[in-house]
């Protein structure tokens, strides 16, 4: 079946570092791809999504790529806020079907 | 901005027990969903409902779960016998269309199964 593998962390990094975060996917079909962040405390947001191969999701300052040749979702921002502590999940979708997720990856910022 | 919302946002209860845990989707959605995050772990899908009746289900949902839309803007999670495994972060969550694509999750119920 179709699956979601992230890189787990958890990931620790100074203010104002670049941040990746990796996935990958396996699907049988042409899946949507999304991250959904979940702050302390909190539920999942939708961060960004894309809906087919080669296109650019972005929202606050993060960005994701759907690279079709390589099955990859690669989460990236440039500069990383305090504020952005959280975990984050990966996850498919195929035709709006239940959603597949990553195991998730702790994002930890020092000021 | 429409959200989903779900109540109670923390839920404690004994062994045996029966819980309903309660989803406000966004008011024109037509798909519903509940996922369960245990603590640590990643989320995983329990159901998805639609015109009424149940869609998909996954192994994790047995004869203890049930779901009800009990009138025409709540859907709920109810479980018959808790178990201490059953111990999690529920959330539930909509979209309007299949091919929409995007579901919204609500703030979850953290369950405490003691």
């Known amino acids: 079946g179709d699956s979601v593998t992230q890189m787990e962390g958890p990931v620790t990094l100074s203010e104002e570092a670049f941040l990746t975060i990796n996935c990958t996917y396996t699907a049988t079909g042409y899946p949507s791809l999304f991250w959904y962040v979940q702050y302390p405390g909190e539920g999942l947001q939708l961060l960004l999504k894309?809906?087919?191969?080669?296109d650019k999701g972005s929202n606050k300052g993060f960005e994701a790529t759907y690279r079709k040749e390589t099955t990859s979702f690669h989460l990236e921002k440039g500069s990383v806020q305090v504020s952005d502590s959280a975990v984050y999940f990966c996850a498919l979708s195929d035709r709006g079907q239940n959603f597949v997720f990553g195991p998730g990856t702790r994002l930890s910022v020092l000021p | 901005e429409p959200e989903v919302t779900q109540t109670p946002s923390h839920q404690v209860t004994q062994m045996g027990q029966e819980v309903i845990l309660r989803c406000v989707p966004i008011?024109?959605?037509?798909?519903f969903y509940w996922y369960r995050q245990i603590l640590g772990q990643k989320v995983e899908f329990l159901v998805s409902f639609y015109n009424n009746e149940i869609s998909e289900k996954s192994e994790i949902f047995d004869d203890q779960f049930s779901v009800e839309r009990p009138d025409g803007s709540n859907f709920t999670l109810k479980i018959r016998s808790t178990k201490l495994e059953d111990s999690a972060m529920y959330f539930c969550?909509?979209?309007?269309?299949?091919?929409?694509?995007?579901?919204?999750f609500g703030p979850g119920t953290r369950l405490t199964v003691l």
């Open positions: 894309a809906t087919k191969a080669d």
């Open positions: 969550a909509s979209n309007g269309r299949i091919s929409t694509d995007t579901q919204y």
């Open positions: 008011s024109n959605h037509l798909y």
